[in-house]
Nanobody, 123 residues
């Protein structure tokens, strides 16, 4: 009964900030990579950020410098701090866990996925 539940999405003005959270249950992910991906209408899902079990991080080029991923292993939780939001950041954001982290890149293809949380950035 592994489950990932995202929260923290909503509507924000361009330039604003949001903090997303993902709570995992059913399994501990303290020793596993985790990450965030997003999908906008009509667009393919893209990697936003990934974090290894040791805390190494990687980001998609479009969000690098604006977003920060972190994890709280004691709470089996991963977060995504989003700053300087742009309208093009509007998407459903999905938490994933149990992917692989190799050579500074996160591969979520084998990860568990949450249901997603909507982020809308107004201009």
């Amino acid at each position: 009964q592994v489950q990932l539940v995202e929260s923290g999405g909503g509507l924000v003005q361009a330039g604003g900030s949001l903090r997303l959270s993902c709570a995992a249950s059913g399994s501990t992910f303290s020793d596993k990579p985790m990450g965030w991906s997003r999908q906008a209408p009509g667009k393919q899902r893209e990697l936003v950020a990934g974090i290894s079990s040791s805390g190494s991080t990687t980001y998609g080029d479009s969000v690098k410098g604006r977003f920060t991923i972190s994890r709280d292993n004691a709470k089996n939780t991963v977060h995504l701090q989003m700053d300087s939001l742009k309208p093009e950041d509007t998407a459903v954001y999905y938490c994933n866990a149990g992917g692989v982290y190799f050579s500074g890149r996160y591969y979520p293809s084998t990860a568990y996925w949450g249901q997603g949380t909507q982020v809308t950035v107004s201009s």
